[in-house]
């Protein structure tokens, strides 16, 4: 099992299934909910992902559809979720133990912070594919 919270705490998950490969996404929407250069992702079975605190857990709708949840106590960005979709997308940064994942690429490219560089052997899309 892994396990993962905010930065203060109140908002914890258990997560009991696979973490699926990390993707390293530059979109503006990413650099601007975590304030930094990109933010690396992996989506997660609804039914393998447990809140088991969440009291102090909000969404912010950042494009039609896609949910952003953060604690609003520390401001973590937790995890998104997507209508219709059946996982959500976990900001592996809140993630306490190895996810035992591996990384896949980087994407919106495009839209990367003009002051950071990739230095990685990973594949690069210019947008989500
Ligand atoms: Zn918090
Ligand atoms: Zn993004």
Redesign the pocket.
């Known amino acids: 099992m892994t396990t993962g919270n905010c930065l203060c705490g109140k908002v914890q998950y258990e997560i009991t299934g696979e973490i699926s490969d990390i993707v390293h ?3 503006i ?2 650099r601007k909910a975590h304030g930094s250069a990109f ?1 690396s992702v992996a989506a997660v079975n609804d039914s393998d992902f447990k809140l088991t605190g969440g009291d102090s857990l909000k969404y912010f709708e950042s494009s039609e559809g896609k949910k952003r949840y953060f604690c609003t106590n520390c401001g973590t960005h937790v995890y998104a979720k997507r209508d219709a979709t059946a996982h959500i997308i976990l900001r592996l940064g809140s993630v306490n133990d190895d996810p035992k994942a591996k990384e896949k690429k980087h994407i ?1 490219v495009s839209q990367k912070a003009s002051w950071y560089s990739i230095n990685s052997n990973l594949p690069e899309s210019m947008e989500f594919e």
């Open positions: 996404c530059h979109c929407t990413c933010s919106w």
